[in-house]
C-alpha cells in the first residue's frame, strides 16, 4: 500500500516563499514519477512539477522561473521550493506519485494561499 504525505502549506504574502515536502511510503516500483498537482477552487487540477528517478523534469509554465521541484530517489521524498509566490498560486497542492500503470497516488493536499 502506498502513501502520500505532504507538508509545509500555508499563508504567505505575494513575493514571499514557501517549500513543500512529500514522503512516499509502502511499495514504491524504483522507476517512478513524483511531483506536485494543485486545484484552486473552480478549476481542474493541473501540473505544477514533476521529476522522474532518471531526472526528466516537467513544469508548469506559469511556474517554471519560480518553482524548483527536487527529490532524493532512495528516500521517497520530493520537495517543491516556491520563490515569489503570486495570488494566483493559491490552491491545494498534491503530491503525485506514478509508476508502471497510468494510475497515480495522490496524496491528502496541502493548502498555499497567497494573499496581503
Known amino acids: 500500500q502506498v502513501q502520500l504525505v505532504e507538508s509545509g502549506g500555508g499563508l504567505v504574502q505575494p513575493g514571499e516563499s514557501l517549500r513543500l515536502s512529500c514522503v512516499a511510503s509502502?511499495?514504491?516500483?524504483?522507476?517512478?514519477?513524483m511531483g506536485w498537482y494543485r486545484q484552486a477552487p473552480g478549476k481542474e487540477r493541473e501540473l505544477v512539477a514533476t521529476r522522474s528517478t532518471g531526472g526528466s523534469t516537467i513544469y508548469a509554465d506559469s511556474v517554471k522561473d519560480r518553482f524548483t521541484i527536487s527529490r532524493d530517489n532512495a528516500k521517497n521524498t520530493v520537495s517543491l521550493e516556491m520563490n515569489n509566490l503570486k495570488p494566483e498560486d493559491t490552491a491545494v497542492y498534491y503530491c503525485?506519485?506514478?509508476?508502471?500503470?497510468?494510475?497515480?497516488?495522490w496524496g491528502q493536499g496541502t493548502q498555499v494561499t497567497v494573499s496581503s
Open positions: 509502502g511499495s514504491i516500483f524504483r522507476l517512478n514519477t
Open positions: 503525485y506519485l506514478r509508476f508502471l500503470t497510468v494510475n497515480p497516488y
